[in-house]
């Protein structure tokens, strides 16, 4: 597209000779969402016409597109994994109401779902999770989501199932946290397969930590359900991390201390006083 880049210790630079990027064809390796959300923005403005193949088709991607598009862009293919985009020569403030966060909605979720509980998102899209809530009824869960939002039901006693993360519409990697911890007591054996990054089972030792029999091997973690876990302290590495762990800890036997809960207010809003409002025992504390 005409951009050169230059890296020093503490900075990427970017430039480019002349006054817009050109337009170009161009196949991600990956349909990384990030990677498409900045090639499509620098679309938009780029001279003539470019075309993204393997593009990602997550619905925030797709929601960025709405918004662009109301702001003066030219997007074709929405939805799908070829974005065609003639670029403009500028664009104008426009309103627009963000989509409801697919991985907070879900956390609410997972918490219903591991304690028993009922829990409604008011807001969350079934459309916008749709494997993980066939992985949820999987679990044994029940789900209505002809209301507002989606109504999730908890049995008794959760059902062991095998899980792979993929590339939306599959199962997302940020659910894997949440989906390991209740597979952690759920009933039998339970095989999660990571296909899209390395090291994201540094949360599986804290679990362990509760009482979950967890083991990793490469890209699986396989997973004994335990009857219960017992609290202790925990180390948060990550936003799902912390929202996981304080989720073990909702149904494990005494107290449990989640430390790095900071990582929570990256990704969630109120998230103790929400969990609170559902009827959980948990205080933040500095």
Same mark, same amino acid.
């Given at each position: 597209?005409?951009?050169?880049?230059? &890296?020093?210790?503490? /900075?990427?630079?970017?430039?480019? &000779? %002349?006054?817009? $990027?050109? *337009?170009?064809?161009?196949?991600?390796?990956?349909?990384?969402?990030?990677?498409?959300? &900045?090639?499509?923005?620098?679309?938009?403005?780029?001279?003539? %016409? /470019?075309?993204?193949?393997?593009?990602?088709?997550?619905?925030?991607?797709?929601?960025? !597109?709405?918004?662009?598009?109301?702001?003066?862009?030219?997007?074709?293919? $929405?939805?799908?994994? @070829?974005?065609?985009?003639? !670029?403009?020569?500028?664009? %104008?403030?426009?309103?627009?109401?963000?989509?409801?966060?697919?991985?907070? /909605?879900?956390?609410?979720?997972?918490?219903? +779902?591991?304690?028993?509980?009922? =829990?409604?998102? #008011?807001?969350?899209?079934?459309?916008?999770?749709?494997?993980? $809530?066939?992985?949820?009824?999987?679990?044994?869960?029940?789900?209505? !989501?002809?209301?507002?939002?989606?109504?999730?039901?908890?049995?008794?006693?959760?059902?062991?199932?095998?899980?792979?993360?993929?590339?939306?519409?599959?199962?997302?990697?940020?659910?894997?946290?949440?989906?390991?911890?209740? +597979?952690?007591?759920?009933?039998?054996?339970?095989? =999660?397969?990571?296909?899209?990054?390395?090291?994201?089972?540094?949360?599986?030792?804290?679990?362990?930590?509760?009482? *979950?029999?967890?083991?990793?091997?490469?890209?699986?973690?396989?997973? @004994?359900? #335990?009857?219960?876990? =017992?609290?202790?302290?925990?180390? *948060? /590495?990550?936003?799902?991390?912390?929202? *996981?762990?304080? +989720?073990? !800890?909702?149904?494990?036997?005494?107290?449990?201390?989640?430390?790095?809960?900071?990582?929570?207010?990256?990704?969630?809003?109120?998230? =103790?006083?929400?969990?609170?409002? $559902?009827?959980?025992?948990? %205080?933040?504390?500095?």
């Amino acid at each position: 597209m005409g951009a050169t880049f230059h &890296n020093d210790d503490n /900075s990427i630079h970017a430039t480019i &000779n %002349r006054p817009r $990027l050109r *337009a170009t064809r161009m196949t991600l390796a990956y349909p990384s969402h990030t990677a498409t959300d &900045n090639l499509m923005m620098a679309c938009v403005l780029a001279k003539g %016409r /470019s075309v993204i193949d393997n593009a990602a088709r997550e619905p925030e991607v797709e929601d960025l !597109g709405r918004q662009l598009i109301a702001m003066g862009a030219k997007i074709e293919g $929405l939805g799908t994994s @070829r974005l065609t985009i003639d !670029g403009v020569a500028g664009l %104008r403030p426009a309103s627009h109401e963000v989509i409801t966060d697919r991985v907070v /909605s879900a956390t609410y979720l997972a918490a219903g +779902l591991i304690t028993g509980g009922q =829990v409604r998102v #008011v807001d969350a899209r079934a459309d916008h999770m749709e494997m993980l $809530l066939h992985k949820i009824e999987a679990m044994g869960g029940f789900v209505d !989501g002809s209301g507002a939002g989606i109504c999730v039901r908890g049995p008794s006693i959760l059902r062991a199932c095998d899980v792979a993360t993929l590339p939306y519409p599959g199962v997302a990697t940020d659910y894997k946290p949440l989906i390991t911890t209740m +597979l952690s007591v759920a009933n039998g054996d339970s095989v =999660v397969t990571e296909n899209l990054f390395a090291g994201r089972f540094r949360y599986v030792d804290e679990l362990v930590k509760l009482g *979950a029999s967890i083991t990793t091997e490469g890209h699986h973690a396989m997973i @004994r359900g #335990v009857d219960f876990l =017992v609290g202790t302290t925990v180390n *948060a /590495s990550d936003i799902r991390a912390a929202a *996981a762990l304080t +989720l073990a !800890g909702l149904v494990a036997e005494g107290g449990t201390i989640v430390q790095g809960l900071e990582h929570v207010d990256r990704g969630y809003d109120s998230f =103790v006083e929400r969990l609170s409002k $559902l009827g959980a025992d948990v %205080r933040r504390f500095e």
